[in-house]
Every structure is written in structure tokens, then in C-alpha cells.
């Protein structure tokens, strides 16, 4: 009689959770949002959720949590959904994830979770990241979340940088009664996930909220604090008694082509344009004093194929742009940015350039960007990255009218923390040198993750760095042991 | 938000602030600057530090009214707040004994050439100090360089205070006297610090300047701030922001700088009209309230 299977609460067979097409994110129409900031998707309803979360197939060997840098459980939040316990599922994200309303957004799910789905072998993969989103937003509506109430541990932890690998570790320890101090180099908050992602992907107002619901939770933070500079990691540890730091001071320096014309006016660096109007408001100029160029009516261009490229081009097109271009030397299929960004981007008239490349830029003889002097590529062998290298076709060149250009082809380690911690491993590119397991570094009692020990990735894999790094220096404050 | 604690005008548009910034204060080396954004809806400029006091917990900075930034900066007083104030931030100068240093502050360069002069003067240098200044009102600092140098000499373009001319024709004159010079630090406008280097070129003295791009962040996150240097893009937040003279391309930095001139123009003539508009709803209600005044004194 007895059966060890947990009965599903799911009400459809499992045979018949196929024939249901994933559920579709209503969005703003293309034509209408290429010109506003607002969110491009509006999120599910509770119905469409539920009608979602009915796909699952509640695999007995999750493959979805096994792919998340954080390890959510899926299965038993789609349940919760399923079951109509939004607040429920919203409670279970967060025993893994603090971020939840900016994964559920921002977070390649193709490469993680739904990647990995099981649905997919034969249709569309469930929408977790789309669920994860609407249990975050219906927890944020409700206003009520939980806030843990531990005892206190006595230890002192100094996370330098509040982006989304410093927030997670804040949010894991501060969870453990341990005391947790932020410190930030901006006057804002938020890292990259405020002066890098624009607000029609992520609005601020959800960092706002899960900063304040952190705050709430005890944690503390200091803006106009450049670890380094202002204090050193050393002085942490000796003379405010920190008995931990977790360096997450993020990508660093943008990277250039080294190309001739990347000083004129007109050519920026994808963190520089992107700084000046998340960070700056400078496209509220003159209300706010930023400025920036004035791209109405300009033809603009971004350099690169990643998600800041997109963020890039698709603000300048929010901001009048008549031509925007992404000039790639890839082809789409080498593009490292997130599919639905892609696909929202040609919805939006985004003109792609693939395989193409800027030979160098020209100017209009008084230091004004006219042009950029483009080749086009072919692609040849698989290079080092395990991609296929584009190379020049010879007489393909070509000028591509231009008033602004953004270069957005990575970037390279800020040496400000390296070069003032004694001891602290860096390796070869100038990365901070940390445990891929425990995320410490060669110096005791100092843990590092995120873009600075990995060079540019994603929010989620530098908060899996930031769960590995809170679990790991609780043990360190547990036991003494390094 | 960071206090000011003292406020004092050094001369026609140059102010310097005493801000309560215990942090920064601990830290400050000469040739470093700070960020700051005065309210919310604020620019951040980087602005050079003139001096700090570990002890008292604050830092200097000395402030030319240009744009709106730096005039709204000028118009606030003692107990006036700021924002946001961060750093230090840069490279410090390499301090050491090079033996004689001609430490030359061009303007509202001299409060960021100060610190320098004492640090250098401090490690054994003989420091001869070269102040120049459009007129006599905006000579500062000369006392304070007096005291940190083995000899100062001054110049003013119109020669209504020293001697006339520029800061180039006393370092020429030095040259020329056959004064052993072993290195000289240059703070001023971009002209200034382009002559300078001209100048000591030829003679291949080694030569330091400061620079000032726009910038953003200030800890190399933005790349904004870029000079060219011998042909090469360095950040003059964390490469800088003090350079060898010789192989700085000055013509670019100009051009950069140039950048947002526009924009500029336009937001000082707005903040221009608020502060006139402001001054005419003023008049008008001191206007307004005069003839009920006189009204009541009737009765």
C-alpha cells in the first residue's frame, strides 16, 4: 500500500505537462520601449505562473539546481508555486539566493538552470528564471519577508565592494550572527547591478529594496570608501578588527582595442557611456549636471558581443540614436551575450555588424569621431578560447559613419586592493588568486570572488563565488582553522 | 555627507575648504585628490588635495570657480555639507632626495604644487619655488610656499604684483644661470605644464606634471579619464595623475577636456538663471512687503 514517491501536488500528468507551450513574458511592445527606460518585460501574472510552474517534471535528479552557481532548488519552489504558495516559494530562493528579483532577471538561464532542463530535449525548457522573477516581485508586493533573527557570533567580517558577489556574502553571514560591513567605492550601492545594467533590464528600485531589506537584516555599509586607497585591507583586519575580508571589487579597468583614433571625442568605453547614465543620470542632463554627448539623431556603434555591448547600444537607441549598430567579429553564434537580450535587441532595430571589426577610427581633423574604418572577418580554426577565430578578409574594408562609438570588449584587473595587500596572490593577468572551492586567497583570513578573481563573467557566477566565500569563512570564524 | 569646517576665500573666486574627512585625512600623500559630489543630482569632479591633518581628521582643498560645479562649490560656507568626498585617490608624487627641485604652480595650481614642494622639502631637497598668477589678487598660498622653499619667486602676467611675466621666464632664467636643476614638478594649466615641458625637453631635465582630465570614478573603472602617454592610453586615476612631462601629448588632453564645452556653457547659463531668478522672486517679495510695512508705521 505504502509508497516511498512523494505524491505531486501537480495536477497535470506528467505526459501532458509537454503539450503545454512555455508560458510567453508579456513585454513591452518593441517599437514602443526603443524609446523609454521602462522594464522591457512586465512579469507574469500569478495565473501564468501557476500555468508555468505546471510544466515541471519534477526530474527525481534535479539537473536544473545541479547547474546553478548558487544551487536553488528549483523543484521544490516550482512546487510551491504549483501548490499556490508564492511567499513559500519566495522563502525558498532565498535559502540560496539573496538576490532573487535580480537573478530572475539578469541571470543567462541558458547556460544554467534551463539550459540544463529536461523539457528541452524535446520542447521549450521551463521558465525558471520568469518564475523565479515573479515569486521575487509577488514577495516585494505582500512587503513581507522574513528577517532571521540569530544570535550573535561576535566575529566581524569587511566585504569590500556591493556588487552582486559582496552582497551575497553580506546576506549568507549576516544570516549566520556574524557582524557584516560593507564597504563601497561609489556613492551608490549595488556595484554593477547600478552603474552597469541599465534600468529597462533591472530597475534600481529593486536594488534599492534588497539593499534596504539587507540593511534590515543588520547589515551595514559605507559608501566613498576605495579599499586601498581609503583604507587597506591590512588596516581592516589590524586596526578596525575585522577578523575577515572578502575582496569582490569586481571587472576593473576597461580594455581598449589599441587602435589608432581611440582618444577622440566621441569614442567611449562601454563602463564610461554606461556610468554616466545609470550611475549619472547624464541623460537627464541638464536636472541632473553629468553630461554625455547628445546622441539624437547620431549614428552610434557598440564594439563587442556580451551583455554590456547590448546594455550599451540598446540605451544609446533609448536615447535618440538613428542608427545603432553592434559590430562583433564573431558570428551569433560565438555572441557570449544573454539569448533573450539578443533577441530583444534585433526586436528593437539594433543593426548587428557580425564578423566585422574596427581597424581604427577617424576623425573629423579636430579630434570629433566621423568614422570607424571597419574589416570584415572570416572564421578559421577554434582559438585558445575554444572558439573559432575570426580573421581579416583582405579588401574587405569599409568606413562606418559614426558620431560615438563604445568599446565594450572586456576588461582587465584594477590593481588597487593587489597592490596595496602585502601577500595577496595574483596571478598572471593580475587576477587576485582564490580557492575555487573555499574562495580564500594566500593571505589568511582574506577571501576574494567575483570578476576580480575570474576576469568579466556574470551576477550569478559571482554570487555562486559569494556563496562559496560565506560558507568558507564561516567555517574559518568556526573553527580558526586556515 | 562630509561637514566643512572652515571656509575661506584666498582670493576673487578661489576658496579653500577644511572638510571633516577622518578616513582620507589618515591616508593623504602629496599629489593626491579626492571625488566629490556636492548634492544629489551632482557631477563628481576630481579635485586635488592641498594639505591634511591626521590628528584633526579633515583635509584641504583649494577651489577655482570655473564651471557650475565649482561655482556652486565656492558659494557654500562653514557648516555647509558635501555629499560625497572620496579618496585619496591617485598615485602620490614619488617623493625623494633628488637634490634641486623646482616646484612651479601655475594659478589655483599652486595649492596642489604646495604639498609637493613641502614633502620634497622635507626630504632633503633644495626647493626653489616658481608662483605665477594672472594678477596680483590671485597669487595665493605665498606664505605657506615661502616656508617650504629655499627661495620663491613670483610672477604676475600684468605685473601689478613681483615681477611681470610668466612662470617659464624665471625657470628659462634658472636654466640659463646655469642652475643645477635635477627635477622639476609643474602644476598649473594645461599650457603651462605643455611650455614647461617644452622647455626642460630640450634641456633633459626631468619633469613632472599633474593632470586633470575629466573624470568619473576616479579608481579606473570608467577609463574617462585616458591621457595619452608616448603614444599609449594610460587612466590618469590609477596610472596618474602625475606624469613624465616629456612624453605626455598635451594636444590630446586639451582635446578631451574639451569634450562636454557645450554642455557646460549650458548648464552654468541655467544655473545662472535659477540664481537670478531666485534673486528677482527675492526682490519681489521684499518688494511686495515694503508697501504693507509702510501700511502699518501709517496706522
Not at chain 1, 197 to 216: A, N, T
Not at chain 1, 329 to 338: H, K, L, N, Y
Not at chain 2, 45 to 69: F, L, M, W
Not at chain 2, 269 to 277: G, I, L
Request: aromatic fraction near 6%; charged fraction near 25%.
Amino acid at each position: 500500500m505504502s509508497t516511498t514517491a512523494k505524491k505531486s501536488v501537480n495536477p497535470l500528468p506528467l505526459k501532458e505537462r509537454m503539450k503545454v507551450p512555455r508560458q510567453l513574458m508579456p513585454e513591452q511592445a518593441a517599437d514602443e520601449r526603443a524609446h523609454n527606460f521602462t522594464e522591457v518585460n512586465l512579469g507574469y501574472s500569478p495565473e501564468l505562473a501557476q500555468q508555468e510552474a505546471r510544466r515541471c517534471l519534477e526530474c527525481a535528479k534535479p539537473t536544473c539546481t545541479d547547474n546553478c552557481p548558487v544551487g536553488v532548488k528549483v523543484k521544490e519552489f516550482v512546487e510551491l508555486i504549483v501548490v499556490g504558495d508564492f511567499l513559500g516559494a519566495a522563502a525558498k530562493i532565498r535559502e540560496d539566493n539573496v538576490l532573487p528579483a535580480v537573478t530572475g532577471r539578469v541571470c543567462p538561464q541558458e547556460d544554467h538552470c534551463e539550459g540544463k532542463c529536461l523539457l528541452s530535449k524535446k520542447v521549450k525548457p521551463l521558465g525558471i528564471g520568469y518564475l523565479e522573477r515573479f515569486v521575487a516581485d509577488y514577495e516585494k508586493r505582500m512587503g513581507t519577508h522574513v528577517v532571521p533573527n540569530v544570535p550573535p557570533t561576535g566575529k566581524k567580517i569587511a566585504v569590500v565592494g556591493s556588487g552582486p558577489s559582496g552582497l551575497t556574502v553580506a546576506g549568507d553571514l549576516i544570516q549566520k550572527g556574524h557582524k557584516v560591513r560593507v564597504f563601497e567605492a561609489l556613492h551608490e550601492l549595488g556595484g554593477v547591478l547600478v552603474y552597469g545594467i541599465p534600468e529597462f533590464r533591472l530597475p534600481k528600485q529593486i536594488i534599492r529594496e534588497q539593499l534596504d531589506y539587507m540593511r534590515e537584516m543588520g547589515v551595514e555599509f559605507e559608501t566613498d570608501v576605495v579599499v586601498g586607497r581609503t583604507v587597506t585591507v591590512d588596516e581592516l583586519m589590524e586596526e578596525e578588527g575585522y577578523d575577515a575580508v572578502y575582496i569582490g571589487t569586481g571587472a576593473g579597468l576597461p580594455q581598449f582595442m589599441n587602435i589608432p583614433g581611440e582618444h577622440f571625442n566621441g569614442v567611449y568605453s562601454a563602463n564610461e557611456f554606461l556610468t554616466r547614465i545609470n550611475l549619472m543620470k547624464a541623460y537627464k542632463f541638464p536636472t541632473y549636471d553629468e553630461p554625455m554627448l547628445d546622441l539624437q539623431g547620431r549614428d552610434v556603434a557598440v564594439i563587442g558581443g556580451g551583455n554590456t555591448a547590448l546594455d550599451a547600444i540598446r540605451s544609446a537607441l533609448r536615447l535618440g540614436a538613428r542608427k545603432a549598430y553592434v559590430i562583433y567579429r564573431r558570428s551569433d553564434a560565438e555572441m557570449p551575450a544573454r539569448a533573450e537580450e539578443v533577441h530583444h535587441a534585433r526586436q528593437e532595430g539594433i543593426d548587428f555588424q557580425m564578423l566585422t571589426a574596427p581597424v581604427e577610427f577617424l576623425s573629423d581633423g579636430k579630434g570629433w569621431l566621423t568614422a570607424a574604418r571597419c574589416v570584415r572577418m572570416e572564421l578559421g580554426e577554434p582559438d585558445a578560447s575554444g572558439r573559432r577565430r575570426p580573421v581579416p578578409k583582405l579588401g574587405s574594408e569599409f568606413d562606418l559613419s559614426l558620431s560615438v562609438a563604445i568599446i565594450a570588449i572586456g576588461t582587465s584587473a584594477n590593481p588597487i586592493v593587489q597592490s596595496t595587500t602585502p601577500g595577496l596572490g595574483t596571478n598572471k593577468r593580475g587576477y587576485i588568486q582564490a580557492s575555487e572551492e573555499t574562495q580564500r586567497t594566500t593571505r589568511k583570513g582574506v577571501f576574494a570572488g567575483g570578476d576580480i578573481v575570474t576576469g568579466s563573467a556574470t551576477v550569478i557566477l559571482a554570487m555562486g563565488a559569494g556563496r562559496r566565500a560565506a560558507k568558507s569563512i564561516h567555517e574559518y570564524l568556526t573553527t580558526g582553522e586556515w | 555627507m562630509f561637514k566643512i569646517i572652515d571656509a575661506q576665500l584666498l582670493a576673487p573666486g578661489i576658496k579653500r575648504f577644511v572638510i571633516e574627512a577622518p578616513r582620507i585625512a589618515r591616508k593623504q600623500r602629496p599629489g593626491q585628490f579626492v571625488i566629490l559630489r556636492i548634492y544629489e543630482e551632482g557631477e563628481r569632479i576630481p579635485v586635488t588635495i592641498e594639505n591634511s591633518d591626521p590628528e584633526r581628521g579633515t583635509v584641504s582643498i583649494v577651489v577655482q570657480s570655473a564651471g557650475k560645479t565649482t561655482q556652486l562649490l565656492n558659494s557654500l560656507n562653514t557648516g555647509d555639507t558635501i555629499l560625497d568626498v572620496v579618496g585619496p585617490l591617485g598615485k602620490p608624487s614619488e617623493i625623494a632626495n633628488y637634490g634641486t627641485v623646482v616646484v612651479v604652480g601655475g594659478g589655483v595650481g599652486t595649492a596642489m604644487a604646495y604639498p609637493t614642494a613641502a614633502a620634497l622639502k622635507r626630504a632633503g631637497n633644495r626647493v626653489i619655488s616658481i608662483v605665477g598668477a594672472r594678477n596680483k589678487e590671485l597669487v595665493i598660498l605665498e606664505p605657506e610656499m615661502r616656508a617650504v622653499s629655499d627661495s620663491v619667486m613670483i610672477t604676475t602676467d600684468d605685473g601689478s604684483y613681483a615681477d611681470k611675466g610668466f612662470v617659464t621666464d624665471k625657470l628659462r632664467q634658472l636654466i640659463q644661470n646655469g642652475t643645477r636643476i635635477d627635477l622639476v614638478v609643474a602644476v598649473g594649466p594645461i599650457v603651462m605644464m605643455k611650455a614647461i615641458a617644452d622647455m626642460t625637453r630640450k634641456e633633459n631635465i626631468h619633469t613632472v606634471v599633474s593632470l586633470n582630465p575629466i573624470m568619473i570614478d576616479g579608481t579606473g573603472m570608467c577609463g574617462g579619464c585616458r591621457v595619452l602617454i608616448d603614444g599609449k592610453s594610460e587612466f590618469a586615476c590609477v596610472d596618474g595623475p602625475e606624469f613624465d612631462a616629456h612624453r605626455v601629448d598635451f594636444a590630446v588632453l586639451v582635446q578631451r577636456n574639451s569634450m562636454y564645452r557645450n554642455a557646460e556653457q549650458r548648464s552654468l547659463a541655467e544655473f545662472h538663471r535659477c540664481k537670478t531668478d531666485a534673486a528677482t522672486r527675492e526682490l519681489e517679495t521684499t518688494a511686495a512687503a515694503v508697501p504693507a510695512a509702510r501700511q502699518g508705521e501709517q496706522r
